[in-house]
């Protein structure tokens, strides 16, 4: 009884790792394109997670950035990228660099909203997502 | 014990302390990070900590494995020249880690920030764990005690679930961001549930040979409870992802396997007349002493793991420090807590003198202490920074900083305290080490 309990525990999870891996999105994603894939590996190399989220996800001392290009002007964003803050140093990336990173955070950007809204919330205390 | 196992036990309290002065290091400069970013910057410091601590727990519950499963029993020659060989790639590795980070080359994801390729390394050593601990298994008889179920599971899952935290190497995994996102979590959590198997096992073994009563580990219940646990390890990560617009059944999953944690809460307040009754019975053990400290622990953050499964409430908790003090409260609560009583028993801290016992028991006291203070403060600066962050919809980083500085200074401070109190208890872990050849 033990094993046959283990064993269909450990059936249901590959099964749910199968699904959760082609059916996870709830509308189709954005190509990933060199570019953004550049960015990406920016943004890892320099561990700008340690200090800013995604989707409230990593350090807490910068702000969340998911939906960052769509709420503040992206000049402003290479900005800070370029200069650095009083909080965030200055990684010395050249312009080149600083494209890429900012195409990766537009890319983030457009597959969701970080905040859920109050009228998602449903009764049962779970999230409605749309 | 023989040398490669002292020398391993050594390095494993090493990164103990280091992940404790690393850990204090960070919480002051984040306070006054103006003025040390450019020499104590967060994105180094941060990894350092983390690591340090990961690697502390993951080496300890091996170790443990190794040292409890191997008692009075033959060690087939070619599983300990394996185990050897594993052992020293694994300390060679968090080494070459932790070089990377000093020169600021880093690489990976959440948790796991160094440069790619060394998980291949930590994958090669893991196998090779997994290989000396399932040829122990092939000779245990047919009726195994729980907890060698436990830390073959644990085991078994930390191997699985690297692997999945590690498909983000391969490109097909990173063509969508929320799917990436989703499997980390997805990995991330379900691999804290593995090395809670291996540590909670050693938990029970513990108790088995405290109590001297070994139908602890064959009962009905704790069977139940293993399958409670296991179903939490490979089911219950959703709380990570709540915020992420994936698709609503995943979030109902998450949400409905998290609350079987109630059964758990529930247990634990039943059986507090009967952990009363043992605590006054073997509170003289400091081996004894950490296990109680660590029940202690597990029912302070299931309560609050509790709150934070429900969608609605991480809403507001998600992203805040709450999510710290349940980490900390959880690594430094349950896990070094149980890893430290195991020790304590291996390393037979309890024959010490008197004199040298109160002295251990005075730092003990002082890490609890400030690990309440330091628990209660990091919510207690989540909860503002939720207040100002989802109720008020202040969304200006810069705007919610004073808020929350009053709580970070009380949190950094009882963290020096935190460090104190582990200074104190820790020389007696490498005396223990130095003598028990």
Known sequence: ?130 | MDKLERNYTRFAFILLLFSLVLGVITAFSFIFHEHVKDYLPLQQLRPMHVSAALFWIISGASLNIFLHNQKDKTIPKNALSIRNVSIVLWQISIVVIFIHYIFKQFGGREYWEFPGWISLLLLLCWIGFCSYYFLFWKNEPNKRPQYIIMWGTGMLFFLITFIEQNLWQITWFRESFLQEVTIQWKANGSMVGAWNQMIYGTSLYLMVQISGKKEIAFDKKSIVFYFLGFTNLLFNWGHHIYNLPTNNWMRHVAYAISMTEWILLINIIQGFKKTLSETLRFKQLISYRFLIASEFWVFLNLILALFMSIPAINRYTHGTHVTVAHAMGTTIGINSMILLGSFAYLLKIDNIQMKQKKLFHAGFIIIQVSLVIFWLSLIAAGVFSAYEQTHLGIKTYASIIPSVVTSLYVFATAGLFMLIGFAIIIPYFFKGISKSK
């Open chain 1, 1 to 130: 009884m033990v094993k046959i309990t283990w064993i269909s525990l450990v059936a249901s999870f590959v099964v749910y790792t199968v699904f959760i891996n082609v059916l996870c999105h709830n509308k189709t994603p954005t190509p990933l394109t060199k570019e953004i894939n550049q960015g990406w590996e920016i943004w890892q190399n320099k561990n700008c997670q340690a200090c800013h989220q995604l989707y409230g996800l990593g350090g807490y001392m910068g702000p969340d950035l998911t939906n960052s290009t769509s709420k503040v002007d992206v000049a402003y964003i290479k900005a800070v990228i370029k200069s650095g803050t009083s909080r965030m140093p200055n990684f010395n990336l050249s312009n080149k660099e600083i494209e890429k990173v900012v195409a990766f955070l537009k890319w983030v950007d457009k597959s969701g909203h970080s905040a859920v809204d109050f009228k998602n919330v449903h009764w049962t205390g779970t999230y409605i997502i749309d």
